[in-house]
């Protein structure tokens, strides 16, 4: 039997009924007709990178939706590309790319970082952003929806037609229906001059906002991860892109590590910390001033083998247990970031977790999704825990990440809802209060609960337990 597995925690193996790969909508209309006809529930995916279980079901119907990666439409005055959900962000760029052959205008705005064989449909449930200094999620570039609903009827939602059901599907996890195509809102695409310092995070604060005043348009900080040393959460590279001058030349591509040098420096993150940050710094210090493209630039080198790499890099014993770097976000109100990091530094330091890589970036308050993430102006804070698959390598994780979440919401803050299933009750409805009306809303417009993962199975609970009590 097939066993499905998230690609970068590897800790959500799922065993489907069976999987079904849709070249078209009909063929999805089919496949969810045919799942309601056999009391089969439906979970769907994309690039298999979420790592809470929100794409997989034990014993589901598995949609996988990357044979749907057709641009169906684009719109040359407006700047939209149409385009089916399974398309990842390099099919993307490429296709935005051949839309307009005779000088290149329009770009993506932003993608999800660290990873590039994510698709289209997967940031749209999960929210995503990117390294956008003054961007809402992802859900503000999303013009419109085609939806497969559960009753297998075909839907376009928007913030002018079915406006509730747009709000519910941006950000609502494949819940509420299979979105086979959107429409994305591009920008002008333009050479941008990276900007470098390294400096501490208390200075960061001043020099993002001289960053943003001078028009900077993209940015964040990679702050260092040695626990003994003074710097720690502290000090930290900032990279910024202001648009370029006109008269500067068109990028090269050269000045972003290829992936050995990349490899090295992960492995020193393992192996010497002070090393992995002055090395890091010291690469990008030497490219403060290339010109890259705004969407080419937000491409990024992915290594999905990571147990693999640390035996090869000698970090790990070949007769170890499996490892993993298991993501979370956390959200703090920009003026609390200082205080918030100072906790994290004693959190991490307390729980002997092992941060491998870490930034922090900024995210606008989110007024499209129904479930909102960012609900209001935000500080990012994103840790990359090395953690053992064992189960005290697990919950020690999952502890930290626990103490890390109180941190935050003790100063205002919030955090990702579906990195993992780490998060108690109480914390999940002190982030997202209004996350029992999400699950009602779930069950008006999915009475069946056709869509399911293991995600949801694990907090729809949330959600029977508040209404029994109120």
């Known amino acids: 039997m097939t066993i499905l597995n998230d690609v970068h925690s590897r800790l959500n193996p799922t065993r489907p009924h069976r999987i079904e790969q849709p070249t078209d909508i009909d063929g999805v ?65 490429n296709a935005t790319h051949a839309a307009q052959p005779d000088g290149i205008r329009w770009g993506i705005r932003q993608k999800q970082t660290g990873a590039d064989a994510l698709t289209l449909g997967g940031a749209i449930a999960a929210n995503a952003h990117g390294r956008g200094l003054l961007m809402q999620p992802i859900g503000d570039d999303i013009e419109d929806c085609t939806v497969v609903l559960a009753d297998g009827s075909v839907v376009r939602c928007s913030r002018e037609e079915r406006i509730e059901l747009f709000g519910l599907v941006v950000g609502g996890y494949g819940l509420f229906g299979v979105v086979v195509a959107a429409t994305l809102r591009l920008g002008e695409r333009r050479r941008l001059e990276r900007l470098v310092d390294v400096l501490d995070l208390d200075d960061a604060m001043n020099a993002i906002m001289r960053r943003v005043s001078d028009g900077c348009l993209y940015g964040d900080f990679q702050y260092a991860i040695e626990p003994s040393d003074t710097g720690f959460l502290r000090r930290g590279v900032m990279a910024c892109y202001r648009p370029a001058p006109t008269n500067a030349p068109d990028p090269d591509g050269a000045g972003d590590l290829p992936r050995e040098a990349w490899l090295s420096l992960l492995a020193l993150a393992h192996r010497d910390k002070p090393r992995a940050f002055s090395d890091y710094a010291r690469h990008y210090l030497g490219t403060h ?115 890390l979440y109180d941190a935050a919401l003790d100063r205002g803050g919030s955090f990702f809802l579906t990195y993992h299933r780490a998060a108690r009750p109480d914390q999940v409805l002190r982030a997202y209060p209004e996350f029992p009306e999400f699950l009602k809303r779930k069950r008006r417009y999915d009475p069946d609960e056709l869509f399911q993962s293991e995600w949801y199975r694990a907090y729809r609970l949330i959600g029977d337990e508040t209404a029994a009590a109120s």
């Open 29 to 93: 209309v089919a496949a969810v007709r045919s799942a309601r006809r056999e009391g089969r529930a439906v979970s769907l995916c994309g690039g298999r990178h979420a790592m809470g279980g929100q794409q997989f079901g034990e014993g589901c119907v598995q949609l996988d939706l990357t044979a749907m990666r057709r641009t169906l439409r684009f719109c040359p005055t407006a700047g939209h590309i149409e385009i089916e959900a399974g398309a990842d962000w390099p099919c993307i760029i």
């Open 289 to 403: 001033g290339r010109v890259y493209w705004s969407d080419s630039m937000q491409l990024s080198l992915y290594i999905p083998s990571y147990a693999e790499f640390l035996v090869e890099a000698g970090v790990r014993a070949a007769n170890a247990p499996d490892e993993s770097l298991v993501i979370g976000e956390i959200y703090v109100p920009p003026e609390m970031l200082i205080d918030f990091m100072d906790a994290a530094r004693r959190i991490l330091r307390a729980t002997s977790v092992e941060d491998i890589y870490g930034t922090i970036r900024s995210i606008q308050r989110d007024t499209t999704s129904f479930l909102p993430w960012a609900r209001r102006d935000f500080a990012c804070v994103i840790f990359n825990l090395r953690t053992v698959h064992t189960p005290s390598g697990i919950e020690r994780t999952h502890e930290a990440f626990r103490q």
